[in-house]
């Protein structure tokens, strides 16, 4: 039997030496400022990405990888393997997952293919992708896979909070006249991802009050496996935020990313986030 063959999103964030020992496939989304495209994780990094996005009054727009593009890399892994496991960030914040459905339902006939919203995004998303190559490249057939993945999914949460509500509004997922005010009372919403959308939990006025926020949201879960805090050009906030957490819960393993730019596109420079692993 082949072994299953994963592929996944550029919003995961998974390094290309990760995803190659453990055979992920990875496309890229597009990642559009002004007339110029850029492959995330390929033509873009995370400090690139914010570096333009200090340079310029635009929205960067996020463009997900076209039917054509999916249609290519199944027929490529379909000379390798009969059993693909497709897993991408949430269908509420991009086509991404609907164009990689369209491309996979003609070859399900002769292929065993399945393709998850996994409602996640980030590093939230590469854990669940990490866990599915892992468990792949032991020998788990399709079936234990989706059966891990669909498990791994609810006990990943991610929260954070943005330092202007700009770019919530410019991607639709606030009202302008609730960015407008926001910007003008200096509100600093606190943003959970639930079921696979961004919604508003609080507001508060400042980023330490924010930082508080963040930290009351993660101390609520009763066994936390490991915990990743993403930020953008924000290393006080991050320090801040462990020295809390660690008060409360000295002994959990936190690992300090910069998020990319996917995420950026919804959130802009200066947000703080966590993304909490559940245990059993």
């Keep these: 039997m082949s072994q299953v063959k994963i592929v996944t999103d550029s919003t995961a964030e998974i390094s290309p030496e990760l995803a190659e020992s453990l055979g992920i496939t990875v496309l890229p989304l597009t990642i559009q400022f002004g007339n110029k495209a850029y492959r995330e994780g390929i033509d873009l990094n995370a400090k690139e990405f914010f570096n333009k996005l200090a ?101 990943t949460y991610i929260a954070a909070f943005a330092d202007t509500l700009d770019y919530l509004e410019r991607s639709g997922r606030i009202r302008k006249a609730q960015a407008i005010l926001g910007t003008f009372l200096n509100i600093k919403p606190l943003l959970i991802l639930e079921e696979g959308e961004i919604v508003v939990l609080e507001k508060v006025r400042t980023r330490a009050k924010a930082v508080e926020k963040l ?24 320090a801040l935020l462990i020295e809390q957490v660690n008060l409360q819960l000295p002994n959990l393993d936190m690992k300090v990313e910069m998020y990319g730019p996917s995420l950026g596109a919804f959130l802009g420079p200066g947000a703080l986030g966590v993304v909490v692993y559940e245990g059993m």
Aim: glycine share 6%; hydrophobic share 40%; proline share 5%.
């Design 55 to 155: 340079r310029t009054n635009g929205t960067p727009v996020l463009t997900p990888p076209t039917v054509q593009q999916f249609e290519q890399t199944l027929d490529e892994l379909l000379k390798q393997t009969d059993e693909i496991v497709m897993i991408f960030n949430s269908s509420k914040l991009s086509k991404t997952f609907a164009n990689a459905h369209r491309a996979a339902m003609p070859m399900m006939g002769r292929a065993k293919i399945r393709v998850i919203d996994s409602q996640l995004i980030s590093t939230g998303l590469g854990m669940i992708v990490t866990s599915a190559g892992r468990a792949a490249a032991k020998g788990a057939d399709v079936e234990e896979v989706v059966r891990l993945t669909r498990g791994l999914i609810p006990r």
């Design 215 to 238: 930290v009351e949201f993660i101390i609520e879960f009763t066994h936390i496996e490991k915990m990743d805090v993403l930020h953008s050009t924000t290393p006080e906030d991050v």
